[in-house]
């Protein structure tokens, strides 16, 4: 936090500097290139100067205060970000999701806020029709940092999870941040291809969410070098049509769900319509299309049909 002007020294790990100096670096810093949000992103996730700081420095530049890197690791980090098109996230470790904050690396996609949604919804359909204790066994096909099972497991201290992924380097990710929250008994985390690790549980996986690679490839090879040349190819392209990922799960979700099971899928702007085909082909009823914060089709739900008594 800010210091007052005529505090001395640096603290162990501390790194003073007056507010006007840091507001003429940063100007410096984006005379060169790159946008503000990210340089204040990069100040508050590795500077440890938030937002509201930034704004009382501009009103009382006279303030001392201290950064927890020194600035000229700010400025490498920026410049790298900048001339390399590295990803902040990547730069610093670390990305805020939710309420947690997950450590991420390259080799692993870094969760998008969008996805937070997927857990809200999650939630709300197992609150709607299932037991208050959460589902007996849930699953997340494809979990990359592990965000959706570190949020599901906090949710459901009660229940098993599983989660997969076909990249060992996603799962040594999502077990360190298992491990960083002690949640690593409550979730199994299973090296293979969508369903096929899950075979032990088939008719047995009460909710199972999925944030699938559904990037057609023309459009993944147009992205911005920050994500076509950084994040892993394998959790952002669905093939040709970006659909292969979400065909593989609907086709097989049927056998794999208990009965009365759900399957939550995230998907592209524009799959709405083929995404919930895919599910009803694949056996489920109530297939239902939910929106994003910006009402576009970004979600969908289903669920194998439940046992008659
Ligand atoms: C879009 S990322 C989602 C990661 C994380 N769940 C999230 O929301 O940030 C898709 C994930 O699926 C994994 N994946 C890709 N193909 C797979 C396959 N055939 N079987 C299992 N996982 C796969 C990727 O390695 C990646 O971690």
């Given at each position: 936090?800010?210091?007052?002007?005529?505090?001395?020294?640096?603290?162990?790990?501390?790194?003073?500097?007056?507010?006007?100096?840091?507001?003429?670096?940063?100007?410096?810093?984006?005379?060169?290139?790159?946008?503000?949000?990210?340089?204040?992103?990069?100040?508050?996730?590795?500077?440890?100067?938030?937002?509201?700081?930034?704004?009382h420095l501009r009103l009382h530049p006279e303030t001392l205060l201290q950064l927890q890197?020194?600035?000229?690791?700010?400025?490498?980090?920026?410049?790298?970000?900048?001339?390399?098109?590295?990803?902040?996230?990547?730069?610093?470790?670390?990305?805020?999701?939710?309420?947690?904050?997950?450590?991420?690396?390259?080799?692993?996609?870094?969760?998008?806020?969008?996805?937070?949604?997927?857990?809200?919804?999650?939630?709300?359909?197992?609150?709607?029709?299932?037991?208050?204790?959460?589902?007996?066994?849930?699953?997340?096909?494809?979990?990359?940092?592990?965000?959706?099972?570190?949020?599901?497991?906090?949710?459901?201290?009660?229940?098993?999870?599983?989660?997969?992924?076909?990249?060992?380097?996603?799962?040594?990710?999502?077990?360190?941040?298992?491990?960083?929250?002690?949640?690593?008994?409550?979730?199994?985390?299973?090296?293979?291809?969508?369903?096929?690790?899950?075979?032990p549980h088939w008719g047995a996986l009460d909710l199972v969410v999925s944030n699938p690679?559904?990037?057609?490839?023309?459009?993944?090879?147009?992205?911005?070098?920050?994500?076509?040349?950084?994040?892993?190819?394998?959790?952002?392209?669905?093939?040709?049509?970006?659909?292969?990922?979400?065909?593989?799960?609907?086709?097989?979700?049927?056998?794999?769900?208990?009965?009365?099971?759900?399957?939550?899928?995230?998907?592209?702007?524009?799959?709405?319509?083929?995404?919930?085909?895919?599910?009803?082909?694949?056996?489920?009823?109530?297939?239902?299309?939910?929106?994003?914060?910006?009402?576009?089709?970004?979600?969908?739900?289903?669920?194998?049909?439940?046992?008659?008594?």
């Open positions: 936090m800010a210091a007052p002007a005529h505090s001395t020294g640096t603290r162990a790990g501390r790194h003073a500097i007056r507010g006007d100096d840091l507001l003429q670096w940063r100007r410096q810093q984006l005379n060169q290139g790159g946008q503000a949000a990210g340089l204040d992103w990069l100040l508050d996730l590795e500077g440890g100067v938030g937002w509201q700081q930034l704004q890197v020194p600035l000229e690791r700010l400025e490498a980090l920026w410049q790298r970000h900048c001339n390399g098109q590295e990803p902040l996230q990547y730069l610093v470790g670390q990305c805020p999701w939710r309420d947690l904050t997950l450590q991420v690396a390259p080799g692993v996609l870094i969760p998008r806020q969008e996805t937070e949604l997927l857990v809200d919804l999650a939630l709300a359909i197992w609150a709607g029709a299932g037991s208050p204790d959460g589902p007996r066994r849930w699953a997340d096909l494809g979990t990359g940092s592990g965000c959706l099972a570190l949020a599901l497991a906090l949710a459901w201290p009660q229940s098993q999870g599983h989660a997969i992924d076909r990249s060992t380097e996603a799962l040594r990710q999502a077990a360190a941040n298992l491990n960083s929250k002690g949640l690593e008994h409550r979730v199994q985390l299973l090296e293979g291809e969508w369903w096929m690790p899950l075979q690679p559904y990037i057609p490839r023309w459009v993944w090879r147009g992205l911005e070098p920050v994500v076509r040349d950084h994040e892993p190819a394998l959790a952002l392209v669905g093939g040709d049509d970006g659909l292969e990922a979400l065909r593989a799960i609907a086709s097989e979700a049927a056998r794999a769900l208990a009965p009365g099971g759900w399957l939550l899928l995230e998907h592209h702007h524009d799959q709405s319509a083929a995404v919930l085909e895919l599910l009803r082909a694949g056996g489920l009823v109530e297939v239902t299309p939910h929106p994003d914060l910006e009402g576009q089709w970004r979600f969908a739900s289903a669920r194998r049909a439940p046992e008659q008594p």
